[in-house]
């Protein structure tokens, strides 16, 4: 059974610019035409009856226009939260991800007191695998008599004419070997006969073998007890504030 569909509307409209125009309208509202209508067989009309047929309306819901950028955002808040995440964290899985970009953790040589005899030497060896570049090696240190022990010809426990001082050396495994058989040799890092002072020297590119030396070997009865903190720094793109702020939150943690 079929639907008749309705008989379209029907307007009137200017035969000048062809506005529709309301019933009984005397002139045009566009243009101010005025409105005659002649006879319909008239060549001359100026106005005639359009049928104007309304389009289709269809009966589909409009589909409303998704938007991204809630979910853009939402990516942009997680790859963020990962990355900061990856950059502090100790987690293996962290870590892996550091050395794959070229960042690698501190590495800690020596952080603790330690005491080298009289006329002796002490030394730390650590080594850098292969590819390493940017590396610098950082610390402090200080140096005191340790006279514990020993008894003066005076009474007075310690050597005396002692002193403070302690020469401090980084040097590669070939300058290790001339300097410990008594030569002179050159240094990654040579601090002179001092008391306390700061390790910083640049470690050359690719794989080697370095000893981080104490020596007392200039004082032939007084000890010395010593405090160093040095390490291995690689070069990163995690500025230093943000290390120290990762040092203060692991700490307030106790990790």
Known sequence: MS????????????????????????????????????AADSESAKFSQVKLEAPPVSSAPAKGKRSWRPILLVVLGILLIGTVWTAVSDNPFAQGIQELVGWKHDHTILDNPFTVG??????????????????????????????????RKDGQVGDKGSDNTVEVYVLSEPAFTVWQNGFATSAVYESGRVSEGNVQAELPAGAGIYYLVFSNKFSPKS??????????????????????????????LGL
């Open 3 to 38: 639907v008749e569909s309705p008989e379209p509307e029907v307007y009137l409209a200017c035969s000048k610019c062809g506005a529709r125009l309301p019933e009984g309208a005397q002139y045009c509202l566009k243009c101010g035409k005025p409105v005659a209508v002649p």
């Open 118 to 151: 009289a006329h002796t030497f002490r030394y730390y060896k650590f080594a850098l695998p292969e590819g390493s570049v940017n590396v610098t090696m950082m610390g402090q240190f200080t140096a005191s008599a340790d006279s514990r022990g020993v008894t």
């Open 223 to 252: 000890a010395k007890s010593i405090n160093a903190n040095v390490l291995l720094r690689y070069k990163s793109w995690l500025p230093d504030w943000l290390r120290r702020v990762k040092g203060r939150v692991l700490n307030w």
